[in-house]
């Protein structure tokens, strides 16, 4: 069983933006620089709607929507990664939250929190800090507490959300929006649109756009030979873990031993957007060549992307650093020295990059049982913020899964073989345990692991060091 998940985590993002079909962004012609940003203060200016007073908030018409598909068509026009981030900085830094308006109604809370809180131990109102004063309703009643903190937070809501908001009711408004928020990651990666403001306006979209990606919004839908062709050529050209070869591997990817969904969106009908496929078997799979036709538990076999980079970039900082590795044993780099014929770190990072090294089999046979131990903590000890650093394990171990069993060669494709060593690791769901689970992962950040992970954990921190 494997998905792809619901989250809008930033890669998962630049895949769900390879998705949507890309419209092509029409030249704009006459508009180099101050020009170009004269253009874009004057839009910005225009389209991004003012916040109403509080007391009208409920009753100020939403801007017509000419206002919204003009920003969407000037966006659309922009070339480049540079031009685009111009403007994503300049919406985050002008339009954002009126600080002025926030401490005003700071000091109203502060000042009539003070008052509620000595009203209700009894103790002179005159208590506790000097605040500025405002114009408010009689400082006993709580009510008067309750009105100034909803003023306060509907002073904390930056101006560009209200053009998010409006922009995701046009036809083709959430794709927009999904596009929008990948060029700002990418722009952030590129470090050409930096500083707080863009990133406080990265987690206001973020939030955004998980809320409108939330399961109530999106379809569930069985894919067959018989589905729509269009639907088939989508989901076979975003297969990123086992890519489809042809169309008889298609038709084989959900024949009767298999089952394939997708959720599409409720905005974007007929485009996949989380994929899953499920293979029935009658054991857990140790190897992707084997299907059998019975289902009994539920275990994912899942590729380890980024091991073998992980494994190269850790060769070469001990070189660096120390002069040798200590990933292996005295007795292992004899024996891989001897099989290579000279040192390891160079020739190893030469040889893991290709799928040659499998075809020796004293190589495969004295790498297993380091690469193993290696992969193992890659996999349980490299951590993230305290999560798995692999994204793969962390979609899994946050959905409540056990860590099973890391099965060596696999998958032995060019993919697989450069990308993990060939490598792949079951994750196995126990229905009764998976919310007990994801609970000690997300908040105590507990992997649940098999016996064999642990051993193999066990010896990589016994044999390696790092």
């Known amino acids: 069983m494997r998905g792809l998940g619901s989250g809008l985590s930033a890669q998962k993002l630049l895949r769900l933006r390879s998705r949507f079909p890309t419209r092509p962004r029409p030249r704009r012609l006459g508009a180099p620089g101050a020009t170009l940003e004269r253009a874009m203060d004057e839009l910005l200016g225009r389209t991004v709607p003012q916040a109403p007073a509080y007391e009208l908030r409920e009753k ?157 919004f999106l379809n569930l839908e069985r894919v067959t030979w018989h589905s729509p062709c269009e639907v088939l050529q989508k989901i076979s050209e975003c297969e990123a873990v086992h890519p489809v070869k042809n169309w008889m591997d298609m038709k084989r990817r959900v024949s009767s031993y298999r089952r394939c969904y997708f959720f599409s969106h409720c905005s974007t009908p007929g485009e996949p957007l989380i994929v899953l496929h499920v293979a029935l078997t009658n054991e857990i799979s140790n190897n992707i060549q084997k299907e059998f036709p019975h289902l009994e538990t539920f275990s994912s076999l899942s590729p380890i992307p980024g091991f073998t980079k992980w494994l190269l970039g850790t060769l070469s900082s001990q070189t660096k650093e120390l002069g040798r590795n200590e990933l292996f044993t005295d007795s292992e780099c004899n024996e891989i020295s001897d099989i290579i014929g000279g040192p390891i770190s160079e020739t190893l990072k030469i040889l893991l990059t290709s799928n040659e090294w499998v075809k020796s089999e004293k190589l495969v046979k004295v790498l297993q049982s380091p690469l193993m131990r290696l992969c193992a903590w890659y996999l349980y000890g490299e951590k993230h913020r305290g999560y798995a650093l692999n994204p793969v394990a962390n979609f899994h171990l946050q959905n409540g899964a056990v860590m099973w069993r890391i099965n060596w060669l696999a998958d032995l494709s060019l993919k697989g073989t450069t990308s993990s060593c060939g490598m792949m690791v079951n994750y196995r769901y126990f229905l009764e345990e998976t919310g007990v689970n994801s609970a000690a992962y997300l908040g105590a950040k507990n992997i649940k692991a098999s016996e064999q992970v642990l051993n193999l954990v066990s010896q990589f921190q016994k044999l390696s060091k790092l």
Not at 115 to 140: D, F, H, K, M, W
Not at 152 to 181: C, D, M, N, W
């Open 60 to 216: 100020t018409p939403a801007p017509a929507e000419a206002q919204c598909a003009d920003f969407m068509r000037f966006y659309g026009s922009l070339e480049g990664a540079s031009q685009r981030a111009e403007l994503l900085s300049r919406l985050a830094r002008g339009f954002g939250v009126d600080h002025g308006q926030v401490a005003e109604h700071s000091a109203g809370v502060l000042r009539l929190g003070a008052a509620v809180g000595a009203a209700v131990s009894g103790s002179p109102q005159g208590a506790g800090p000097e605040v500025p004063s405002l114009p408010a309703p009689t400082p006993r009643e709580p009510g008067a507490l309750l009105h100034a903190e909803d003023r306060l937070r509907y002073a904390l809501v930056p101006r560009y959300r209200g053009l998010f908001q409006h922009i995701s009711k046009l036809e083709g408004g959430v794709r927009f929006l999904v596009q929008l928020r990948a060029d700002l990651l990418e722009a952030q990666a590129l470090k050409i649109a930096e500083g707080p403001h863009v990133r406080e306006m990265n987690g206001v979209l973020k939030n955004m756009l998980s809320d409108w990606f939330s399961t109530g």
